[in-house]
């Protein structure tokens, strides 16, 4: 039998968003939308500095890798990578636990 785990990987990824971990990644009823995106040059520039899309990648490398329960809300935030907004961050860290 063989083991796959990428503990140190999770960790990595939490560390960066400053959350801990969760046991269910999705908060069920959840809505996000493009309504969520920035709409003014100041929201932009708040989200400007915010590492979203490689927070998502390493969340999908990490979901088809070893953990599949994280795909579906992974996918569902990945949906947001052209336009970022606050909830959508918030959410991204807050399925992860913080």
């Not at 400053?18 to 969520?36: C, I, Y």
């Amino acid at each position: 039998m063989i083991s796959l785990m990428q503990h140190a990987y999770i960790d990595t990824i939490l560390n960066l968003m400053d959350a801990n971990t969760v046991r269910v990644p999705m908060e069920l009823g959840l809505h996000l939308s493009q309504g969520h995106s920035p709409s003014t040059t100041t929201e932009k520039a708040e989200m400007a500095g915010v590492p979203y899309h490689e927070v998502v990648g390493l969340l999908m490398y990490a979901a088809l890798g070893t953990c599949p329960n994280m795909a579906s809300a992974t996918v569902t935030v990945s949906q947001f990578m052209q336009d970022p907004g606050k909830v959508h961050w918030e959410w991204s860290s807050a399925f992860l636990g913080t």
